[in-house]
């Protein structure tokens, strides 16, 4: 067996020795031997140090969307790498012990092919087989990564259906959201994350389908948090968008539901084209349904076209596919949908982003 091959059966086999469904049961069994790290006020975030892994807190994730144009015709892609620290007790010195866990999707929305293709690993940290370094981004699975690379960002992801060899070059500045990139996520303090937003990304690379290399080129947005009490105890999801504007600017919204499909929380950013910037707080940001999709395999309902008012801005959100759905139980253990959208003002498209819905086929647990 050669080297790679038996790298990415250690991989899988670390991948199922600590499944969601075991994490949970070994979190009911024991404490941490150190506490989580906490979301505080009054911590400056810097660059590039913060866009590397943060180890002391519970989850963390640095999400890739964005759009591609392939002979002319629209491609939305995902490229997402979590980081989870288990409640597991410290003293255990045995290298195997899932200390970290590393978990990646990755997803192509082609209309053409009417679903959403994706794929996905799990793995524990560890052996040179799967890490998240500190201090700059550089995260991988096997032969899955994302890493900091000559100024910008380099995504190489083979996935079962397709492979990515992208280039993210940064065109703007981070954008913190919240206050200074405290982001709340609840009425509760404590119910936060540290998150930073690398809009109006410039994508260049080779998307490989079906043995096929094309150049391809595009836009994407980058999306950064880390935290270890996301998810208020009211919450059972949340809606999301991340918005790459004609003009150059920049939105992003969300909202946290409860299990009525109320708003318990909610917030966003917005850049307009020459820096000025406008964070809103949770009474301004409404996200009202136009129209639902059901899934045939799970029989989840989406509600996959929205207006959103943020502050006195009105966008109409309208998806470029509606089967965006992501089974990702063998993960995360959860179901979500996630795909690529347009941004409407009065019909016409005013910008290109990405849509998320979590909490809708059951209750997510982080």
Same mark, same amino acid.
């Given at each position: 067996?050669?080297?790679?091959?038996?790298?990415?059966?250690?991989?899988?086999?670390?991948?199922?020795?600590?499944?969601?469904?075991?994490?949970?049961?070994?979190?009911?069994?024991?404490?941490?031997?150190?506490?989580?790290?906490?979301?505080?006020?009054?911590?400056?975030?810097?660059?590039?140090?913060?866009?590397?892994?943060?180890?002391?807190?519970?989850?963390?994730?640095?999400?890739?969307?964005?759009?591609?144009?392939?002979?002319?015709?629209?491609?939305?892609?995902? #490229?997402?790498?979590? !980081?989870?620290?288990?409640?597991?007790?410290?003293?255990?010195?045995?290298?195997?012990?899932?200390?970290? =866990?590393?978990?990646?999707?990755?997803?192509?929305?082609?209309?053409?092919?009417?679903?959403?293709?994706?794929?996905?690993?799990?793995?524990?940290?560890?052996?040179?087989?799967?890490?998240?370094?500190?201090?700059?981004?550089?995260?991988?699975?096997? +032969?899955?990564?994302?890493?900091?690379?000559?100024?910008?960002?380099?995504?190489?992801?083979?996935?079962?259906?397709?492979?990515? +060899?992208?280039?993210?070059?940064?065109?703007?500045?981070?954008?913190?959201?919240?206050?200074?990139?405290?982001? *709340?996520?609840?009425?509760?303090?404590?119910?936060?994350?540290?998150?930073?937003?690398?809009?109006? /990304?410039?994508?260049? @690379? #080779?998307?490989?389908?079906?043995?096929?290399?094309?150049?391809?080129?595009?836009?994407?947005?980058?999306?950064?948090?880390?935290?270890?009490?996301?998810?208020?105890?009211?919450?059972?999801?949340? +809606?999301? =968008?991340? =918005?790459?504007?004609?003009?150059?600017?920049? /939105?992003?919204?969300?909202?946290?539901?409860?299990?009525?499909? !109320?708003? =318990?929380?909610?917030?966003?950013?917005?850049?307009?084209?020459?820096?000025?910037?406008?964070?809103?707080?949770?009474?301004?940001?409404?996200?009202?349904?136009? *129209?639902?999709?059901?899934?045939?395999?799970?029989?989840?309902?989406?509600?996959?076209?929205?207006?959103?008012?943020?502050?006195?801005?009105?966008?109409?959100?309208?998806?470029?596919?509606?089967?965006?759905?992501?089974?990702?139980?063998?993960?995360?253990?959860? #179901?979500?949908?996630?795909?690529?959208?347009?941004?409407?003002?009065? @019909?016409?498209?005013?910008?290109?982003?990405?849509?998320?819905?979590?909490?809708?086929?059951?209750?997510?647990? /982080?």
């Amino acid at each position: 067996m050669s080297i790679r091959a038996r790298r990415r059966a250690l991989a899988l086999l670390g991948g199922l020795l600590v499944t969601p469904r075991a994490w949970t049961q070994a979190a009911t069994r024991q404490s941490p031997a150190t506490p989580f790290a906490s979301v505080v006020p009054d911590y400056t975030l810097r660059f590039p140090h913060d866009e590397g892994s943060h180890p002391e807190f519970r989850t963390e994730w640095w999400y890739v969307t964005g759009w591609l144009e392939s002979g002319g015709k629209p491609l939305g892609f995902q #490229i997402t790498f979590f !980081r989870t620290r288990p409640e597991l007790k410290g003293d255990n010195p045995s290298a195997f012990t899932p200390r970290q =866990i590393l978990i990646a999707h990755a997803a192509l929305s082609n209309p053409a092919h009417g679903r959403l293709q994706h794929d996905q690993r799990v793995a524990r940290a560890g052996f040179s087989l799967a890490g998240a370094r500190q201090n700059r981004v550089d995260v991988w699975i096997d +032969d899955w990564s994302l890493k900091q690379e000559n100024g910008g960002y380099r995504a190489h992801i083979p996935a079962r259906d397709f492979q990515f +060899d992208f280039t993210c070059s940064a065109t703007q500045p981070p954008l913190l959201q919240g206050n200074k990139g405290l982001s *709340r996520k609840g009425p509760r303090p404590e119910s936060a994350s540290y998150y930073y937003s690398l809009p109006q /990304l410039k994508v260049q @690379g #080779i998307l490989t389908r079906n043995g096929k290399a094309e150049s391809v080129g595009g836009i994407a947005w980058l999306d950064h948090e880390w935290s270890s009490s996301y998810l208020d105890e009211a919450a059972v999801g949340w +809606d999301w =968008i991340g =918005i790459n504007l004609d003009d150059g600017g920049a /939105l992003m919204a969300f909202r946290m539901r409860d299990q009525q499909g !109320r708003k =318990i929380w909610a917030g966003g950013s917005y850049r307009a084209t020459k820096g000025v910037m406008r964070i809103f707080e949770p009474f301004e940001v409404d996200f009202t349904p136009l *129209r639902s999709w059901r899934s045939p395999r799970t029989d989840a309902a989406y509600p996959i076209a929205w207006r959103i008012n943020a502050g006195n801005l009105k966008f109409d959100i309208a998806p470029l596919m509606d089967d965006q759905e992501h089974d990702t139980r063998a993960t995360t253990g959860t #179901i979500y949908w996630e795909g690529a959208v347009r941004a409407l003002q009065n @019909g016409k498209p005013v910008g290109r982003g990405y849509l998320e819905l979590t909490g809708y086929w059951r209750r997510l647990r /982080l």
